[in-house]
């Protein structure tokens, strides 16, 4: 169940705005709905350029002025709570348990951040839309700066809070478009309009406690991946078409899975750790399998890099790997086939020696391997992209790391070290 409000309320951090009254909506009642509701998202603003210059002042907006009497207290040491890349790689967003930190990768620097009680504050999920000036959190932590059964829409260009989505459960993640916003709970997903807040449609998942979800962000494709209601299944709505398919993946509950950004094709990985699969999610065709490893591992990440020619993964066992892909989602039978390798000599996934074995031998020794790795601290969690730069990596750790790689298309092998920050202690980047 959900209730919608659209209202104003003054700038943060005030824990108890005076607002105007909450107008509700129950859930599945877009007649109601259509009738109240105002339109708070008449426009959104670029708030980060290509290559944004910090503003240093902007965090004490929320901060307290010093007392002149008595030195300053050391600043509050940090946890951070989520990371995320925005939808076109170029930015990272931090949830951290007093606010929440924005990022540009490439040149890497904080935009700027909101601070809210050094006692609390906790933010568990931060969505950004691309660069623009709204954000969907979610609250988390130990003290939570919202309910975490509450999605809170904020316009940075206002500076002010101009809608809630309300639930009677916790909130696993938010995804966003321009035009939907998508709320994840433990076993139901709800789409919902961004311009009017109305409801659009209900998914009913198997337990889903990551909140696992993927849209596409192409204008021209509105796609939605998502759980199925059976173990190793995945659910993708086309939504122009109004079709559904429901993809097998794995025989194995489902760990992690990726779109492209035109929601051609989908990349699976389940529990196990061992296999990624790319399939055609237009009739659901298994178009490539590679392999991560041997041993169980827990995947973090699936990136698709912006042609859909290489995908990178990372895992709890410390690297991060590319591997090159043999489909063209622009062909016109990249569904039927695996077809070959983009014409630019980059080099192929390896596979096997024993290769010739197929069908003989287990798959195991027909698998195909990564091109690229990219060594780190195994048991730390770390999420991957692409960076806008050709042939990098951007990669995150929840330890407050972030590393710009190169890797070499052609030879393969270990990747490049570019460059290194902790984005927690800015002091200390290098």
């Not at 309910?147 to 995804?175: A, T, Y």
């Not at 494709?221 to 209601?229: D, F, Q």
């Not at 030879?411 to 984005?423: I, R």
Request: include cysteine; charge should be neutral; glycine fraction near 8%.
């Amino acid at each position: 169940m959900a209730t919608l409000s659209v209202y104003s309320c003054p700038p943060w951090p005030n824990s108890s705005p005076n607002r105007t009254p909450n107008i509700l909506f129950p859930e599945g009642d877009p007649e109601e709905l259509e009738s109240q509701s105002q339109s708070p998202f008449e426009s959104h603003y670029p708030i980060m350029p290509q290559d944004p210059t910090p503003n240093p002042n902007y965090h004490s907006l929320l901060s307290s002025p010093p007392d002149s009497s008595s030195p300053p207290s050391p600043p509050p040491p940090i946890s951070l709570l989520h990371l995320s890349f925005n939808q076109d790689f170029g930015c990272f967003a931090a949830g951290t348990d007093h606010g929440f930190r924005i990022y540009n990768c490439d040149p890497f620097r904080e935009i700027f951040r909101r601070d809210f009680d050094s006692s609390g504050g906790g933010v568990g999920v931060v969505e950004m839309l691309f660069r623009c000036n709204i954000l969907a959190l979610v609250g988390g932590g130990t003290d939570p700066q919202y309910p975490i059964n509450k999605v809170m829409i904020w316009d940075d260009h206002q500076s002010r809070c101009i809608g809630e989505l309300s639930f009677r459960s916790e909130v696993r993640s938010v995804k966003l478009r321009r035009d939907r916003i998508i709320v994840v709970l433990e076993q139901k997903i709800l789409v919902y309009n961004f311009a009017d807040l109305k409801p659009l449609h209900q998914i009913e998942t198997i337990s889903n406690p990551k909140g696992l979800c993927a849209v596409s962000q192409g204008a021209a494709s509105s796609v939605l991946a998502c759980p199925g209601l059976q173990k190793g299944q995945v659910r993708v709505e086309h939504y122009p078409s109004k079709r559904v398919k429901f993809i097998m993946a794995h025989d194995s509950r489902i760990a992690c899975f990726t779109l492209t950004q035109d929601g051609q094709l989908l990349a699976t990985a389940s529990t196990k750790g061992t296999l990624v699969r790319i399939f055609n999610t237009a009739d659901g065709a298994l178009l490539q399998e590679v392999r991560r490893g041997a041993d169980r591992a827990e995947i973090y990440s699936l990136a698709f890099s912006s042609t859909a020619q290489w995908l990178a993964v990372s895992s709890d066992k410390g690297t991060v790997h590319v591997f090159s892909l043999k489909i063209n989602p622009g062909s016109p039978g990249a569904g039927q086939s695996l077809g070959t390798t983009n014409s630019n000599h980059s080099v192929g996934s390896p596979t096997s020696s024993l290769s010739f074995f197929k069908g003989v031998l287990p798959k195991y020794f027909s698998s195909e391997w990564s091109v690229a790795q990219f060594r780190l601290l195994e048991g730390s969690q770390y999420i991957v992209a692409f960076g806008h730069q050709k042939n990098t990596v951007v990669i995150l750790g929840m330890d407050g790391s972030f590393y710009r790689c190169l890797f070499d298309p052609v030879n393969g092998g270990e990747m490049t070290q570019l460059e290194y920050h902790n984005f927690l202690k800015p002091e200390a980047a290098f």
